[in-house]
């Protein structure tokens, strides 16, 4: 893909072209690419050592065998690999990179090798014709960075004809580097901010009472509606956790604004929570089931608490990736909710829904200057679905969109749908420590819009994740495309639905 090289700033960004290729290879290119660790009191608030423990070598190989232990599939992943290169050139960080390390299967590896080497006959006693290696400070070093340029956006697992899933490998890299003292801090403070304030901006509840009152007045201000934006609601129909980058700032905002009007639109009453005032999970991206449980849990306790019937998540990719997949056995049975409603519901499935029965009234006409096209987030994609038929991750966003708007074009069919290209920024790594790898990431993504760009005038780029939508409103400039030409979805609905008089209340 990378034909030449132009630079921004310090980062030598991957110039977009027409003809896709693989890049040649630049050994080591991103082996100085390392997130900064974790400091004590962080790794602390969330049960890790506070530094690299003494006999962190030991430590590290007998979680690794407890994890294997623990998860079959971790061990077929190990075991089964049989060198085809299928995934070789699927990573958008190897295709942006060109750093051989960042090949799905090298990065496997780099785990693998300690695997076999403690773990397997073979690599116990010819570790060399194995391609075994002792678990060393320089294999430590190597897991460090690389583990942190995977975004565990599963793409490679796509195209593995057995299947095998990077994401929960690099998963278990990165719950060891925690457990022996080396955590990374960006997303364990996230988490530590969870387990602190409620949510990953660190929002105290008075700021967000504050934030949903000056709503309700702008929104009275646009549309001349009395639009609520309730929180802590006992008895409301619906509790909406959503990521808390949806209380603070554009696109994100006008997705919360577009859920609340569908709401006002349907007659269905709903609340916030200001003790689950965060829908994203981190724990998820080390690894860390007793901090996914942990952070989850809050929303099992505000749905009892404030008695709804439903749960629904609001558009974040990995928050619905640990909704639809994990929440049931982590902090279910939910067995006070309503069962006639999918449990958990995302918004898009809920607004879909509304639609298909002629509940909401759209003038499309007023999203006539945006020429859009939709990115299918990883975790939706490839980890989770909506709806009651196969595919429907991909086809309600796009169903909503096309009912609010005129214009609406797809990228390329090898980039989108379960093939999707990661934004570059998932999986913790949303950090600007880490953003030559998040702009030469995105490469393969950008490359797509262009496409799209020069063929349709494509100007719109909506979203259902937050980790995307600021992904995407960092990275954009840096490939001369504008900041704000990404939104949220929910943000064109907000623009196009009608409300007043005349709507049909469900
Ligand atoms: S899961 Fe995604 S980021 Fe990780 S190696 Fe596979 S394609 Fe690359
Ligand atoms: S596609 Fe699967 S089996 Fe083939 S090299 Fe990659 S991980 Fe191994």
Redesign the pocket.
Known sequence: MAERIALMSEIKVPVLSKSRAVPFLEPGAMAHSKPFPAGPEIQARLGFPDKLVPDWEKVAVNTLGDLVKQSRALRVFLD?????????DKCHYFLGTADPKNM??AR?DLLRSVYRRYYTFAGKFFPGLVGARDMTKEVLDDWYSYFHQCSQCRR?SV????G?DTAEISMAARHIMSSVGLGQKYTNEIISKVHNIGNNLGLPEPALADTLASLEEDVKEETGVDVRFPLDIKGAEVLVVTPSADFFAEPHIDGLIGYAKVFHAAGVSWTLSSHASEASNFSMFIGSHSNLQRVAVRIREAAQELGVRRIIVGECGHAWRVAYNYWNTLIGPFDFLDRNYPIPQHICEFTHDLIDRGALRFDKSVNDDKVVTFHDSCNVSRASRMGNHPGGQFTIPRAIIRACCNHFYDMAPETIHEKTFCCGGGGGLLTDDLLELRVKGAAPRMNALRQVVEEHGVNHVAAICAICKSQFAKVLPYYQFPMNMVGSVHGLVSKAIQLGPGIKRV
């Open positions: 089964s690999c049989v060198k085809c290169g299928a995934c070789t799905p299967v496997q490679c195209f593995c004809p057995f095998i």
